[in-house]
């Protein structure tokens, strides 16, 4: 079993910034893709960022290319989302995500067989 805890989310204005944290344990997160989806209030949870295993690709929903980065360090079983230039409509709770699998198909989530329990990020106009 495989436990994912999110930290960072907070209320800010838009414009600021956050990094979103994610802590895994196990000693296989390094061979695992890992993802962040987010949910806004009355919407599905929608795919946000996913970084590969080796962190040698990754991917972004339109909506957040260029003010969203995604990383991760396997030393440290963490993952990571910087957030700049943030917008109203960015306001959800994002969850992490991460499980194995030899494919990449990154914005599903059937790809992650597991979750963290969301952290509230809310951005203000």
């Known amino acids: 079993q495989v436990h994912v805890v999110e930290s960072g989310g907070g209320l800010v204005e838009a414009g600021g910034s956050l990094r979103l944290s994610c802590s895994t344990s196990g000693r296989t997160f390094s061979t695992y893709n890992v993802a962040w989806f987010r949910q806004a209030p009355g919407k599905e949870r929608e795919f946000v960022a996913a970084i590969r295993w080796s962190g040698r690709s990754t991917s972004y929903t339109d909506s957040v290319k260029g003010r969203f980065t995604i990383s991760r360090d396997n030393a440290k079983n963490t993952l990571y989302l910087q957030m700049n230039s943030l917008k109203p409509e960015d306001t959800a709770v994002y969850y992490c995500?991460?499980?194995?699998?030899?494919?990449?198909?990154?914005?599903?989530?059937?790809?992650?067989?597991?979750w963290g329990q969301g952290t509230q990020v809310t951005v203000s106009s």
């Open positions: 995500a991460t499980g194995y699998s030899s494919s990449w198909a990154p914005a599903s989530p059937h790809e992650y067989a597991y």
